[in-house]
Each structure stands twice: as structure tokens, then as C-alpha cells.
């Protein structure tokens, strides 16, 4: 579900605590200013001092209006054709006499220090909130405010994270509600939603806060890519923001993958979530020949972050289907190795977390497999939640059993088609299941093993110490 759109006349803001006139002897607001780093729209970060948000709007309060400019600050990196996704900051200017409420008899609360955000139709999305958002907001609270470590400043006085758009949940999702514990992170102090009715009904004066995402993002494929409009977070910032996430959560960051005795973790999905892996049970018995191999199999749809989290720390081969727990990357040992399987009618790899695991590489050195469903006999599409699709009930007789018979997703294939886009997007990477093709993991899993092996050495090698053999031990625990 796309969260609920707030009107683009929305405004976040700085607060600050109105003061007394010595000559008046009425309370009035000190005058706001701003500075701006970055010539471009898609550069351009807005430091505000004193702005005040005050029923879902920004007020910059100044006795000469005419005199003070405010650029253009995106808040989202999407581009300009996708107008349903952007989010400009708009901010009023405004003399003190001109504020829509009356000082003296408003409620006021201050913040020290803030960030202004925006999760648009990502709202409700684990993946993007955990491997995007998470990231690229980490950068800019870094970067500008200096808040760049997990708990080094009490709750009074950390950052305080803005939301423009609403906290709508997907569905009941029970995973949604784990989303906040992403925040968490971020900042110990609550965070503030501009449409809360508790926020609505109070002057809130912000003494420095950030608004916009900057020339550095962490999201394919506005911020990685042939066609992107900014640059990927620097190596630095991921770094910083890896180490935060993993103090939160409570793992080490500087884990290694153990070489050993490998540890392969396969993550399945309910039924009711779609996706699931139909032979789980079959790749289970087919690798417990294997030595040296511990497989496990998680739910993860009941775990919170944190415990999710662990499971990925605790893994040195991670499979599962393209989904919501591929946010987690950021929480795997160094040298480890993600498998991702693709449903059918899809490349092997997707190019979301292709760009992730570039953008963690040069700080974890992990490694990303693909393990695509290829042939439709390891592909079975959902067809109880097609029925009432409009786009499938408007499918003529031939066209659903192309679909079904041979993959045919209908509509012309060479060029635009939203039927085509529809098929892809939605039925086979959302709702379908897999059979793991095991001759193609027999394939891959020996890969991933001698990138950990060779990684290792390579480390081993640099420190001066000795590699241990393989155990050759053979265990293998399944776990539901």
C-alpha cells in the first residue's frame, strides 16, 4: 500500500523557544536564517536555524522577507517524471505579526537539533527502509550534524527524525511493525510525524535542522547507475552507518565469516506472504551429505529486526528469495556470501541488491550469487490472489493459458506495456512461489564457499597466522 500523500505544501521545520521583548514586553520569535550546501537541485542540503513547524507547515519567521531567498530542497531522490514520488520542502516566509497562531497562547516546545525526511511509497517496505532510507539519512545527519554513532548522546538531546508523510501500514503486516526499530537506530528520541494530531496542535521551534537528501544517496537507481542523478554514499558513511545499525541491534560488526565449517542459512517465507520456497525440505535432505556444511532454515515473518538480524550475523552463506529480508545484508560477517534467488521470468540477480552489495563490499567484502528460477517447472504463480486483479480478469482465455502453460506475460513484449510490466512486477516477483533448482545450487554453493575459503586466506595471509583446515565435521540443523 503507497502511503497516503500529504499535500505538497507541507512543511518541516526548526523550532526555538519565543523570548520577551524588552520593549514590547510581548513574546515574539527570534528571526530565522539558513545556509545551503550545494549548487544543484539534486546536490542541495538546507541547514534552518529557528524555523517553526506549526500545523504540518514551515514558518520562517524574519522582519524583512524580501531579503532572504530559499532554493528549491528535493526531498526524495526521485526525478522529476516521477511527480506522484517527489517531495519538495516548502517553507513560508513570514514577518512575526504574519504567524497563523497567536504566541502567547500557543503551546511551544523546542528541538536542539532535527532532521527532516520523507519515506513516500516506501513507507511500509522493509527492504527500502532498511537499505535505502536508513543509509542515506545516517549520511546526511552525519555529514551536516555530526550525529554519525549509535546511543553517543542521551534522548534529550539527540537528533529529532521528521517524518513528512504519514506511518501507514501495509496490510497489517506484521513486519511493519518492526520498521520503527529501524528509527531506533537512528535516534533514541521518538520520532515526530508532521500530520500527528499531538504534533498539529503546538508550535514546535527548531533551533538547527536539516532538510534534503544531498549529492550522496544509498538507493538504485537514483543514486548508483548509468542514469542516476547522485552519487552513491561514500565508503566512509557506510561504513559509519554499519557499524551503527549493528551496535543497535546488538551484533558485531567486525564478525568474520568462518571458513571451517560453513554455516548456510535458508530463509523461507510463509504461505500467506508468498515467495516461499516449495522444496525446502529436498534441499535440506539433498546437502546433509555434504561435511563441513550446518544448514538451517528460518520463518522470519514473526522475528523482530533485532532477531533477524542475529540470524544473518550468525551465517556465513545466507539463501533466500527476493524479498524484505535482503535489507539485512548490512548485518552479515565479514567475507559472507548472499544468495539470492529470483523467481522465474527474471534476471538471476536483481539489480537492487546488486547495488547494495557494491556499496557494502568495500566495507564487509561480501558477496552476492545468483540462483535465478529459470525453468516454469520450478515456478508456481498464486493464482488465488490473481482472481481479482483487474489486468488478469481483462486476460482473454488464450492469454491465461500462455501465462500458465509457457510464463507469456501478455501485452507486447517489445516495447512499454502495463500489462507486461504488471506480469513481471507484480505476479512473478510477488506472487509466485519457487522450487530451488538444486543442480543450480550444487552449482553455486561451491562458489560462495571459495570466496569465504579465499578470503580468508587472503586475510589470514596478511595477519601472518595460519588457516585451520576444513573440519569435516557433518551436522546440519533445521530450525522452524
Known amino acids: 500500500m503507497l502511503a497516503r500523500r500529504i499535500s505538497p505544501a507541507v512543511l518541516l521545520g526548526v523550532w526555538v523557544l519565543p523570548f ?18 550545494g549548487e544543484r537541485d539534486t546536490e542541495r542540503v538546507c541547514k534552518f536555524h529557528e524555523l517553526i513547524l506549526y500545523n504540518t507547515k514551515f514558518y520562517y519567521v524574519t522582519r524583512d522577507p524580501d531579503a532572504v531567498f530559499l532554493p528549491r530542497v528535493e526531498m526524495t531522490w526521485k526525478s522529476d517524471v516521477e511527480n506522484i514520488n517527489r517531495w519538495d520542502l516548502q517553507v513560508h516566509l513570514v514577518t512575526p505579526d504574519q504567524l497563523p497562531f497567536d504566541p502567547q497562547m500557543t503551546s511551544t516546545d523546542s528541538v536542539v537539533n532535527a532532521i527532516l525526511w520523507v519515506r513516500a511509497d516506501h513507507v511500509s517496505n522493509m527492504y527500502h527502509m532498511m537499505a535505502e532510507h536508513s543509509p542515506s539519512m545516517h549520511g546526511v545527519m552525519c555529514r551536516y550534524l555530526g550525529f554519525c554513532r549509535y546511543a553517543e548522546h542521551s534522548p534529550d538531546d539527540d537528533i529529532q527524525i521528521v517524518f513528512l508523510d504519514d506511518n501507514v501500514q501495509a496490510n497489517g503486516d506484521d513486519h511493519v511493525h518492526n520498521l520503527n526499530h529501524i528509527w531506533d537506530c537512528l535516534s533514541s528520541r521518538p520520532f515526530l510525524e508532521i500530520n500527528d494530531a499531538n504534533t498539529r496542535a ?174 516454469l517447472d520450478h515456478a508456481h504463480l498464486r493464482i488465488e490472489y490473481m482472481l481479482d486483479d483487474p489486468i488478469y480478469q481483462s486476460l482473454s482465455l488464450k492469454q491465461r493459458v500462455e501465462l500458465f502453460e509457457k510464463g507469456t506475460c501478455p501485452g507486447h513484449v517489445g516495447g512499454y506495456d502495463d500489462r507486461v510490466d504488471h506480469c513481471q512486477n507484480t505476479w512473478w516477483l510477488h506472487t509466485s512461489d519457487v522450487a530451488l533448482e538444486i543442480e543450480k545450487l550444487e552449482h553455486v554453493l561451491p562458489q560462495a564457499f571459495n570466496h569465504i575459503r579465499n578470503a580468508s586466506f587472503k586475510r589470514q595471509n596478511e595477519l601472518g597466522t595460519l588457516v585451520n583446515p576444513a573440519s569435516g565435521m557433518q551436522r546440519l540443523f533445521v530450525e522452524y
Open 20 to 37: 520577551i521583548s524588552s520593549q514590547t514586553g510581548r513574546r515574539r520569535y527570534p528571526d530565522a536564517t539558513h545556509e545551503c550546501f
Open 202 to 375: 503546538k508550535a514546535i521551534v527548531m533551533k538547527t535542522v536539516v532538510a534534503g537528501i544531498g549529492r550522496e544517496c544509498r538507493a538504485f537507481q537514483w543514486c548508483s547507475g548509468p542514469t542516476a542523478s547522485r552519487a552513491p554514499l561514500a565508503t566512509p558513511l557506510i561504513a559509519s552507518w554499519r557499524t551503527r545499525m549493528s551496535q543497535c541491534v546488538g551484533v558485531q560488526p567486525a564478525a568474520v565469516a568462518k571458513h571451517d565449517e560453513y554455516r548456510v542459512t535458508i530463509v523461507q517465507r510463509s504461505r500467506k506472504h508468498k515467495r516461499s520456497l516449495l522444496n525446502i525440505l529436498d534441499v535440506v535432505r539433498h546437502f546433509r551429505k555434504n561435511q563441513g556444511v550446518i544448514m538451517k532454515v528460518y520463518y522470519m515473518d514473526d522475528l523482530t529486526v533485532s532477531q533477524q538480524a542475529h540470524i544473518f550475523a550468525r551465517s556465513d552463506v545466507v539463501i533466500a528469495v527476493h524479498g524484505a529480508c535482503t535489507g539485512h545484508l548490512v548485518f552479515l560477517p565479514i567475507n559472507a556470501v548472499f544468495i539470492e534467488v529470483m523467481p522465474y521470468n527474471w534476471p538471476t540477480r536483481h539489480e537492487f541488491e546488486s547495488a547494495y552489495v557494491d556499496d557494502l563490499s568495500p566495507v564487509s567484502n561480501i558477496a552476492l550469487l545468483g540462483c535465478g528460477v529459470l525453468s
